[in-house]
């Protein structure tokens, strides 16, 4: 008894740590944000949700979800050669993305975006700040290091603020905000890496070891990586459609809407996640039981956290954008009551999103991320060649995402359940 409310108390400390570094780091984004309303058009969040659209999906598959099995490995050698793998392919990545861009191939194209060479330098340095950042976040969270994590992101915050507010003046296309972001993520990464070079011995690279643990982890490379990226495809392909199809003026409120709103979400989601992966990863093998109690607790928790707050949301959000951030940002409040469904669940869902992951389930984590892409984007575009207007598929893609999260949920508690049940029985 004593034991296991230590083991929660322990448990609960990590979270309220990350979260109220995650707290800070958002309140300095959100405290900024009614001034670089005011600073930067529509449009230019339009570009700019092009830019962090693009760096999500290659951020999906650059590191072949290789980081993930960093906090499952026990043998210290293994561990950096998984980040030695990650790191080389992430590299690897970066450097095509600028060749495409060289030959005129540039992925902002995708999205109808007329751009230089310098988005697509842009877009992989902060690609590479970024993989490699989220490299070594796997390795800190492997050994507990929180307060680290949560230094670093309330720095990101800073440094993205200061350098976005410091480019307006060679602004063009949503230049500024994406160089902005680069910047930050830059100094972030040299934070923490020095942070990370102070307790971290490195071996030399050994290749034999390099294609033992390829084979040892290929389910994370061969299923994971597509999972993931079909997974961010979801939440991304909607900013793909509205630009082509509705243009950069709908992309960018619905850009503010998903950045004021679902940030916030995605950071008290990415706090809990964070502890419930370490501690899943400890526990799964031999304490399964207290896995499935973790994971019913934390949706049970947070469903009653997120009702009534989304209800008040949806329905103050048109009259709260429009104060806070100037009369034509009303839309992006609009948009958010449109969307309150989606984000009630991911509130509900996303602390514990990682789970299949954990217990291997890859396929089946693969299977949910392809019907979720097709349902979402295929309706969408059906919504569009019939006439149907900007509200409404974003509507439709709300209803659809929130019901996807909701199965997901299930589909995590039925394969908790039956290795739990197995567990008993052999006992």
């Not at 760096?55 to 210290?76: D, R, T, V, W």
């Not at 079909?230 to 082509?244: A, D, E, G, N, Y």
């Not at 997120?306 to 034509?328: K, R, T, Y």
């Not at 974003?394 to 908790?416: D, K, N, Q, T, V």
Request: charged residues 15%; glycine residues 6%; proline residues 2%.
């Amino acid at each position: 008894m004593v034991e296991n409310m230590k083991i929660k108390n322990e448990f609960m400390n990590k979270i309220l740590l990350l979260l109220t570094g995650n707290s800070l780091a958002q309140l300095i984004l959100f405290a900024s944000s009614p001034i670089l309303t005011r600073i930067y058009t529509p449009e230019d969040f339009g570009v700019f949700s092009t830019y962090t659209s693009l760096l999500a999906i290659l951020m999906s598959f650059a590191s072949l979800c290789l980081e993930k099995a960093i906090p499952l490995e026990k043998n210290h050698s293994n561990t950096v050669h998984l980040m030695y793998i990650s790191m080389f392919t992430i590299a690897v990545v970066c450097i095509l993305n600028i060749g495409l861009g060289f030959l005129n191939l540039s992925l902002f194209r995708l999205y109808g975006i007329e751009t230089s060479i310098m988005n697509d330098f842009l877009l992989s340095i902060g690609l590479f700040f970024a993989g490699i950042y989220q490299v070594m976040s796997y390795w800190m969270l492997k050994e507990d290091k929180f307060k680290g994590l949560t230094h670093s992101k309330l720095l990101q915050s800073i440094s993205n603020v200061i350098s976005q507010f410091s480019l307006i003046s060679i602004n063009h296309q949503g230049i500024g905000l994406i160089a902005g972001d680069m910047i930050g993520r830059g100094i972030t990464l040299v934070y923490i890496w020095r942070y990370f070079l102070k307790r971290m011995h490195w071996p030399k690279v050994n290749y034999r070891r390099i294609g033992y643990l390829l084979k040892k982890y290929e389910k994370f490379a061969k299923y994971s990586t597509w999972s993931t990226l079909l997974s961010s495809l979801s939440m991304q392909i909607i900013f793909l459609l509205l630009m082509r199809l509705y243009g950069p003026d709908v992309t960018g409120h619905f850009s503010m809407a998903t950045k004021t709103i679902g940030l916030p979400i995605s950071l008290l989601g990415a706090s809990i996640s964070t502890v419930f992966y370490a501690e899943v990863a400890k526990s799964i093998s031999n304490e399964s039981g207290r896995v499935l109690h973790l994971y019913k607790s934390i949706i049970t928790r947070t469903a009653m956290l997120g009702v009534p707050i989304m209800v008040i949301l949806a329905w103050m959000a048109p009259g709260l954008f429009s104060f806070v951030f100037g009369g034509e940002w009303r839309v992006s409040g609009e948009y958010v009551t449109l969307m309150s469904f989606m984000f009630l669940s991911q509130v509900i869902v996303m602390p514990v999103s990682q789970i299949l992951f954990l217990i291997k389930k890859q396929r089946t984590q693969l299977l949910w991320d392809v019907s979720r892409l097709l349902l979402s984007s295929i309706g969408v575009l059906v919504i569009f060649i019939s006439g149907g207007s900007a509200e409404t598929a974003i509507l439709y893609f709300s209803i659809c995402m929130g019901a996807s999260y909701y199965f997901f949920a299930l589909l995590g508690y039925r394969a908790i359940h039956s290795i739990d049940r197995e567990d008993n029985l052999k006992k």
